[in-house]
């Protein structure tokens, strides 16, 4: 069964060291999304891509953060510097396109990310 | 975007039917309702969706008020393995933009 690939599942960093995660969707899906996901709290969307555009990223801290997904597949969230508050659980979905809201999400395991 | 009110919790004895509510009240006519549960330390996996009439599948029911500001999850026979956190969102067409916006959801116990 196809799946959402995210890596790594763990990552221990130090804080204002340079981080990154990698998510590589479910073949033909256009719609991308990275949210985070603090303890104890709902996910939060941090970015949404349709192919390689950005469509929202409203949410995402942009002087620490950056996302891209070059040529519409897979696609990388860094963090530069991390801060404690950036320990969470990071998550990555796909769905076939932004404009089927009749379809479902598919959700990666995350990444679990502690700052110290 | 349209919100949801969930309770923050609920219990339910194992095998016995769970009904899992979710307020919309201000739902527009291009929301879809959604339902996605996340077990611990796992990712939140999809469970539902419907746009008016009721909707059934291998996981779960889902009954939609005929005004929508409304609907309900319905788990036929709760197991263990069915203690998660139920996310009810709405999913918009319109702007196509379609995202999914998670609020606290419903932490759901099952007790044997």
């Known amino acids: 069964e196809a799946e959402v690939a995210q890596s790594p599942r763990y990552k221990i960093t130090e804080k204002s060291q340079a981080v990154a995660f990698w998510c590589d969707p479910i073949?033909?899906?256009?719609?991308l999304y990275w949210y985070r996901q603090i303890l104890g709290q709902g996910p939060e969307l941090l970015v949404q891509f349709q192919d390689e555009s950005v469509v929202d990223d409203s949410q995402l801290p942009k002087d620490r953060f950056s996302a891209e997904r070059l040529k519409g597949v897979d696609s990388t969230l860094k963090i530069q510097p991390a801060e404690l508050g950036d320990s969470a659980m990071y998550l990555c979905?796909?769905?076939?396109?932004?404009?089927?809201?009749?379809?479902?999400?598919?959700f990666g395991q995350g990444t679990r990310l502690t700052v110290v | 975007d349209a919100k949801t009110t969930q309770p923050n919790s609920m219990e339910s004895n194992e095998e016995e039917p769970v009904h899992l509510p979710c307020n919309h009240s201000t739902i527009s006519g291009t929301d879809y309702i959604h339902w996605y549960r996340q077990l611990p330390s796992q990712g939140p996996e999809y469970v539902i969706h419907?746009?008016?009439s009721n909707v059934n599948n291998r996981m779960a029911s889902l009954a939609i008020a005929e005004d929508r500001k409304s609907s309900t999850l319905i788990l036929h026979r709760a197991t263990l393995r069915d203690a998660a956190v139920y996310y009810c969102?709405?999913?918009?067409?319109?702007?196509?933009?379609?995202?999914?916006?998670f609020g606290q959801g419903t932490t759901l116990q099952v007790k044997p």
């Open positions: 073949s033909g899906h256009a719609t």
């Open positions: 969102i709405l999913r918009d067409v319109s702007g196509n933009t379609g995202k999914l916006i």
């Open positions: 979905a796909s769905s076939l396109g932004s404009g089927y809201a009749n379809t479902e999400a598919f």
């Open positions: 419907g746009l008016t």
